[in-house]
Nanobody, 123 residues
Framework: QVQLAESGGGSVQPGGSLRLSCAAS????????MAWFRQTPEKEREGVAA???????TVLDSLRGRFAISADNAKNILYLQMDSLKPEDTAMYYC?????????????????WGQGTQVTVSS
């Protein structure tokens, strides 16, 4: 089992930046794909970005250029850097781990999840 804990969420103004962190603990000996998802009450959980053990990444097309995923493998910490934030980025953001492939970034492929951290973008 792997435990995931997100942090770094909060309220920011449009155009602002935020960096989310996800600390992994437990059985982290296997190097599998990790990802960020987001969810709102009116939308299904959406894959934001993912990173594999080799450092290859994928980012949702609509977010490329604004969002970047990275990881500190030695510390078992996953990051999501979010720049030029927009109100439509408002959502609960979840860290997930355990997929065997980088794509697709689909929720059913991830067995381990954090509790989420809220990101609110408003003026």
């Amino acid at each position: 089992q792997v435990q995931l804990a997100e942090s770094g969420g909060g309220s920011v103004q449009p155009g602002g930046s935020l960096r989310l962190s996800c600390a992994a603990s437990g059985d982290t000996s296997r190097n599998h794909v990790m990802a960020w998802f987001r969810q709102t009450p009116e939308k299904e959980r959406e894959g934001v970005a993912a990173i594999d053990p080799d450092g290859r990444t994928t980012v949702l097309d609509s977010l490329r250029g604004r969002f970047a995923i990275s990881a500190d493998n030695a510390k078992n910490i996953l990051y999501l850097q979010m720049d030029s934030l927009k109100p439509e980025d408002t959502a609960m953001y979840y860290c997930a781990a355990g997929a065997l492939r980088l794509v697709p970034v689909a929720a059913p492929l991830y067995p381990f999840w954090g509790q989420g951290t809220q990101v609110t973008v408003s003026s």
